[in-house]
């Protein structure tokens, strides 16, 4: 595209959210940095890409809250902001044994993954459609794909947002508006932080984590025009673990 346009990226102030921001910066697309409450580390990634000669701007909002998400996409279309990539990133783990696991964690898990994702996509969805072109990457999760014992939670979300993904790449393709799912592994980030290493390393094929920037960019590569044929597709990024 000539000029391109906005990346929404939801929770966009840390992790892998933060990579996939500056990556797609890099790229040359205008970023929005969602998130809910991180605002301090949002200006930082933000002013990481207006350094680098980047275009960013802070979209704050609960992407579990339709209303409230609602309200701040309007705001962004009514202003002519136009939006081409979103990439549904915010989520948050409860892990926990099923028998024990309380309501509030399962709840909390997957409104932030499937509320997140159709209260996010679903309004920019038509003036997608209009221009004929847009990039949607949810990020979903080996957990989505294999299962990860105490996450069924986090494995229920994510295997629903992998279904989410197929049947609206099925629905889109036709309007140039590509849909794909990215699965990431083990990745170095705050998320991971009481993983017990020692368990869990021997059974990753590459004996490492993954870091952001190698998530950022395969997402990176979905968004661009190289990538046009490629829709409806869970690509893993898990150093052999799926």
């Known amino acids: 595209m000539s000029t391109k346009p906005y990346a929404l990226i939801t929770g966009g102030s840390r992790g892998i959210g933060a990579a996939i921001v500056l990556a797609l910066a ?5 970023v929005l940095i969602n998130y809910r409450s991180s605002h301090d580390r949002a200006q930082e990634v933000a002013a990481q890409v207006s350094a680098a000669g980047g275009v ?11 209303q409230a998400s609602g309200t701040a996409l309007q705001a962004e279309l009514d202003r002519g902001t136009h939006i081409g990539v979103i990439v ?3 989520g948050v783990l409860q892990d926990g044994p099923f028998p024990s696991m309380q309501a ?11 509320d997140g994702f159709f209260n996010v996509t679903q309004p920019l969805v038509m003036p997608m ?7 949607i990457v949810n990020i979903a999760s080996v957990s989505g794909v294999i299962g990860v014992r105490g996450q069924a939670n986090y494995s229920a979300a994510k295997a629903g ?4 993904t197929r049947s609206l790449a099925q629905e889109l393709a036709k309007r140039k508006v590509t ?5 990431p592994g083990l990745i170095d980030t705050e998320m991971i932080e009481n993983v017990e290493m020692d368990h869990v390393m021997p059974r990753i094929p590459a004996r490492r984590l993954g870091r952001p920037e190698e998530v950022a960019a395969l997402v ?7 990538a046009a044929y490629i829709t409806g597709q869970v690509i893993g990024i898990n150093g052999g673990l799926a």
């Open 26 to 30: 890099a790229d040359g697309f205008p």
């Open 56 to 66: 960013a701007r802070l979209c704050p909002f609960d992407v579990r809250d339709a």
């Open 88 to 90: 549904n990133n915010a």
């Open 104 to 114: 509030d964690a399962w709840e909390s898990v997957t409104r932030t993954t499937l």
């Open 129 to 135: 459609v209009r221009k004929r072109w847009g990039r």
């Open 161 to 164: 947002l992998i279904g989410a």
């Open 179 to 183: 849909v794909n799912a990215v699965a």
């Open 220 to 226: 990176r590569f979905l968004v661009s025009e190289d």
